[in-house]
């Protein structure tokens, strides 16, 4: 009966429906791209999607509105990670500044990214396995709520699973793919810093696959390396070099402080909120790594079970150093969590067919919650972001007498949602610098949540009396930052 139903399973009709079902739940991700973040979903908790967004992608706003992509002492991401901003300046000179042009540039870059995993997979294990991952990884719900935000994660991995395919292809005498490779990990890096920790799974299929010429494996990773460091030398030289402070600011706002006591609590965290990347597949991966050292050592015969180990070991070192651990981030381990998964349930089926079902169950349920998170997003949406910043659009072009500019902590996402000019003042560290911000952006609005650090952050560049409330929106589902509050800036006491 086993061998009956692994026959029906690995059939072409079988491997066809895999795909098609993979397709379908790839084109949902295009759907209702205007619409909030799930709601009172399982990664809820994420705040980037109140400011995050916007952040990232003001170099393409100030392009447009400023005609630079840096107006004096604002917070400027591109000077440390300049390829989603400046995707977004030149998208938006193209598309206009768009949300919805932003974030379907970010699922593009997802499904770029799940291309080029199963195209390792596929190289490295067979056709069904890559099938498995693509289907399961479709359905990542994880995958689903982050791909279509306009954030950092998904050019990263694409980057990253780009530079993996091209190692895993590189043949003995092969420099092109290595070069490229070393290219894509630049890029990666050149996206989110953090892509540093997935370099040593992107060059593991090359000590693997040549492990008995270590020569060949040396020069495969001397290029890419070699290739890596000149690229972004030469960034360095011609881009951040005119951005030294911006950029000085950019990774001093993200050390952590570290002890004994911190990192053990933030690992203790860390395999708890692993089920952020999927509630079965982190569990499962665990009792699979643990399995490999002593029942399953077959498993390390299997070259993308050293790649996704590194892969899953190197981001959460990351994650464990960083100053906190979003969910997002765990976002970025979930392909190679589920590689694992499919690798563990196939290894199963020849050391113990019966546990293999039991374990394939699970995976089903996953799959099956999976699908019901992305089915009330698709057809239970929600715009509170999208209805209360065009009322706020229609308050600010239809008050005279009053600059349109917007500030504020969060104005950024105002500004990505509705193309008004907006800004934070976020690098200006005196109160000189902040009054030529002030000078230059002419400030008639605030336009901020109801947090208290926002507030705060607010009050710190203009008094509470200057500041009347207009209106607020429900935003969102965070209830300590769950209004959108609209201040009209008052003329200075005389």
């Known amino acids: ?37 799930l709601n009172h979903s399982f990664w809820s908790d994420d705040n980037a999607k109140y400011s995050d967004e916007g952040w990232w992608s003001n170099a393409g706003q100030y392009s447009v509105n400023e005609g630079s992509i840096h107006p004096q002492y604002e917070w400027m991401p591109a000077s440390a990670v300049p390829v989603w901003p400046l995707l977004t300046a030149a998208l938006f000179h193209w598309t206009g500044i768009s949300l919805v042009a932003a974030r379907a540039m970010e699922v593009f870059f997802s499904l770029g990214a799940l291309l080029f995993a199963v195209l390792a997979v596929r190289r490295l294990a067979g056709t069904q396995h890559a099938l498995w991952v693509a289907l399961l990884a479709a359905a990542s719900g994880a995958t689903f709520f982050f791909a279509r935000l306009a954030l950092l994660e998904q050019p990263l991995l694409f980057f990253g699973f780009l530079a993996l395919w091209l190692i895993v292809i590189s043949k003995k005498n092969s420099w092109l793919a290595p070069a490229a490779a070393g290219v894509a990990c630049a890029l990666m890096i050149l996206s989110k810093t953090t892509g540093v920790f997935l370099t040593p799974a992107i060059l593991y299929p090359a000590f693997f696959n040549f ?33 030294v402070m911006e950029r000085a600011l950019f990774f001093a706002s993200s050390m952590p402080h570290l002890s004994f006591k911190v990192i053990a609590e933030k690992l203790a965290r860390l395999f708890l909120r692993g089920i952020w990347a999927d509630a079965v597949f982190w569990p499962l991966a665990l009792v699979a790594a643990a399995a490999s050292l002593i029942w399953m050592r077959n498993l390390w015969t299997k070259p993308l079970w050293g790649i996704s180990v590194a892969w899953v070991v190197g981001y959460s070192t990351f994650i464990v150093y960083h100053v906190d651990g979003p969910p997002r981030y765990f976002a970025v381990l979930a392909l190679p969590l589920i590689i694992m998964t499919v690798l563990f349930v196939a290894e199963l089926g020849v050391k113990a067919p019966k546990t293999q079902f039991a374990v394939a169950a699970l995976c089903a349920l996953s799959l099956l919650w999976n699908l019901s998170t992305i089915l009330r997003a698709v057809v239970h949406p929600e715009y509170t972001t999208a209805n209360a910043t065009a009322e ?27 193309g008004l000019r907006t800004f934070n003042a976020a690098l200006a560290l005196s109160n000189d610098q902040r009054n030529e911000s002030f000078a230059h952006f002419q400030p008639g609005w605030v336009m901020m949540d109801n947090g208290a650090e926002t507030r705060k952050a607010v009050e710190q560049a203009i008094p509470p009396e200057r500041l009347k409330l ?7 589902d965070n209830s300590s930052r769950g209004k959108m509050m609209l201040y009209q800036i008052l003329p200075p006491a005389k």
């Open 1 to 37: 009966m086993v061998k009956e139903i692994s026959s029906r399973l690995n059939s072409v009709w079988f491997s066809r429906i895999l795909l098609v079902l993979a397709l379908l739940l790839l084109a949902l991700r295009f759907v209702h791209l205007g619409a909030d973040p």
């Open 211 to 243: 492990r008995k010429d270590w020569k060949t494996a040396a020069r495969i990773a001397v290029v890419l390396l070699v290739v890596l460091f000149t690229v972004l030398d030469l960034e360095t030289h011609f881009f951040a070099s005119h951005y």
């Open 392 to 418: 706020i659009k229609q308050i600010i072009e239809h008050t005279s007498g009053t600059s349109p500019v917007v500030f504020g902590p969060t104005a950024n996402t105002l500004g990505l949602n509705t």
């Open 470 to 476: 207009v209106g607020s929106w429900p935003w969102m």
